[in-house]
């Protein structure tokens, strides 16, 4: 009987942990280090600090399984936490770490798998998920712009090679290559060097180009951005909906944005009211 009472008060005291905010903050700390790590072994260091590299790396993955034990115990029904995809993939990365491979020909993966470590800081922050499935949800809306944009680029690309390729094929050499300069004069890489050099043969080809960067660089990404700011306003919102306590905080936030804005209109007129001067009343027996 005391064993039934203590499995549901371990699991809600490690429910507890893993929900608390110093519990966060350390393993984001530790991501961090994991990240620094893999950086700091891409240098040439003394044997001693390869150790300790080794020993910290170690000391991580550790880290990093007893987290991840945590939360797998902490949930109340095993099988919600592999319906999260985070969970499944912060479960696969620490995983496969553990795998000896470092001596072997698979060092290079397992230096890989150090890498996407990075990644679990994603899983761990709120924020940065909502960012990552604003981008995700934004894609298919992206496809029809960016089918736009490559239309652009191929009708452009393909004058460019009929008028420019005598000028400079190494720039205009054929509709690939046409569309590669088109892309560096999208993104303003000494983009006149390329116009002048063709004005110097057609002096008219100004407008060839400030067309195309009108086209793509204000019109389409402008475009680009609008749909992932209105895609990441409603997984926001969608988010905030999901969270109570963020849309109970949202709420109170506009609440007092909203009693705010009535002092202060009441402040405007009570100084409008002392302004203006009080005519005396008439007396009556006059």
């Known amino acids: 009987m005391n064993d039934l009472d203590a499995k549901p008060s371990l699991q809600s005291r490690l429910e507890a942990l893993r929900a608390h905010r110093a519990f966060e903050a350390f393993i ?106 604003s981008l995700i949800q934004a894609l298919p809306r992206l496809g029809y712009v960016a089918a736009l944009i490559f239309i652009i680029f191929y009708i452009y690309a393909a004058i460019g090679s009929l008028f420019f390729e005598t000028i400079n094929p190494k720039l205009w050499g054929n509709i690939a290559v046409s569309m590669l300069t088109l892309f560096r004069v999208m993104t ?15 002096p008219l080809t100004w407008m060839f180009y400030l067309s195309f960067i009108f086209l793509t660089t204000f019109a389409f990404l402008n475009m680009v951005i609008g749909i992932v700011v209105n895609v990441l306003e409603e997984e926001q919102a969608k988010a905030d909906t999901d969270d109570p306590d963020r849309s109970s905080l949202r709420n109170l936030h506009d609440e007092i944005l909203s009693v705010r804005a009535s002092l202060e209109r009441l402040e405007n007129l009570l100084e409008a009211s002392q302004k203006t001067p009080v005519r005396p009343r008439p007396d009556p027996d006059t």
Not at 190 to 202: I, K, L, R
């Open 188 to 202: 303003f890489e000494d983009w006149t060097d390329v116009m002048y050099e063709t004005m110097e043969v057609y």
């Open 28 to 133: 984001i700390i530790i991501i961090i280090a994991s990240a620094l790590l893999v950086g700091v072994k891409t240098y040439a260091v003394p044997s001693w600090l390869q150790r300790l590299i080794e020993g910290l790396d170690l000391l991580i993955t550790v880290i990093f399984v007893v987290e991840i034990s945590v939360r797998f115990l902490g949930e109340a029904r095993k099988r919600d936490f592999f319906k999260n995809g985070w969970n499944v993939f912060d479960t696969l990365i620490v995983l496969i770490s553990l795998i000896p491979i470092e001596d072997t020909d698979m060092a290079l993966v397992a230096r890989l798998i150090r890498v996407f470590r990075v990644l679990r800081m994603i899983s761990i922050i709120p924020e940065l998920r909502i960012l990552l499935n």
